[in-house]
T-cell receptor, first 111, second 116 residues
Framework: GESVGLHLPTLSVQEGDNSIINCAYS??????FIWYKQESGKGPQFIID?????DKRQGQRVTVLLNKTVKHLSLQIAATQPGDSAVYFC??????????FGQGTELSVKP | DTGVSQDPRHKITKRGQNVTFRCDPI?????LYWYRQTLGQGPEFLTY????????KSRLLSDRFSAERPKGSFSTLEIQRTEQGDSAMYLC??????????????FGPGTRLLVL
């Protein structure tokens, strides 16, 4: 069946360093992916998305890379700040519209 | 309109009681989704509406759960005869559709339910 998973459950980085969060998906027909940030007690917050006709997309301090050959995507956060500490989810937006989420990676930023 | 809103933010109830949650989507969004999230897990899809039509329901949505969107605007999710296993964060999201193009879903703050 369809699944979206993350390689690492936790990631600890030093403030100012770059962070890379990885995600694997299994449905080769998937064509739309979204990264969300979720802080404790809050709903997921949209960060950036990418469609399958792109390999890379950049936002403010964030970049998403999509490798369709190995069914992998990553979220890169430049100059990580304490406010970036949260759980990050990748989600596959299925043809029917519902999102399939991975387990999440908890990012901890050390000052 | 600043985003998706949900009410209440927290609900504590006793096992066997009925609860109802409300979601107000972003005003121009015609799609509305309900998800459930337990601690340490990603959100799981429950159901979604396009306008007032309920188009898909997950197997997670037992017969004790019912969702409505009567006028294609706000939606309610009711859980009857609550069980301790229903304790979770209930999330609502909305999006717009543009032909066959999937659009981003924006989430509300969630309703945290605790069943004692």
């Amino acid at each position: 069946g369809e699944s979206v998973g993350l390689h690492l459950p936790t990631l600890s980085v030093q403030e100012g360093d770059n962070s890379i969060i990885n995600c694997a998906y299994s449905n080769s027909a998937s064509d739309y992916f979204i990264w969300y940030k979720q802080e404790s007690g809050k709903g997921p917050q949209f960060i950036i998305d990418i469609r399958s006709n792109m390999d890379k997309r950049q936002g403010q301090r964030v970049t998403v890379l999509l490798n369709k050959t190995v069914k992998h995507l990553s979220l890169q956060i430049a100059a990580t700040q304490p406010g970036d500490s949260a759980v990050y989810f990748c989600a596959e937006n299925t043809a029917g519209g519902k999102l399939i989420f991975g387990q999440g990676t908890e990012l901890s930023v050390k000052p | 309109d600043t985003g998706v809103s949900q009410d209440p933010r927290h609900k504590i109830t006793k096992r066997g009681q009925n609860v109802t949650f409300r979601c107000d989507p972003i005003s121009e969004h015609n799609r509305l989704y309900w998800y459930r999230q337990t601690l340490g897990q990603g959100p799981e899809f429950l159901t979604y509406f396009q306008n007032e039509a309920q188009l898909e329901k997950s197997r997670l949505l037992s017969d004790r759960f019912s969702a409505e969107r009567p006028k294609g605007s706000f939606s309610t999710l009711e859980i009857q005869r609550t069980e301790q296993g229903d304790s979770a964060m209930y999330l609502c999201a909305s999006s717009s559709t543009s032909g066959n193009t999937l659009e981003t879903q924006y989430f509300g703050p969630g309703t945290r339910l605790l069943v004692l």
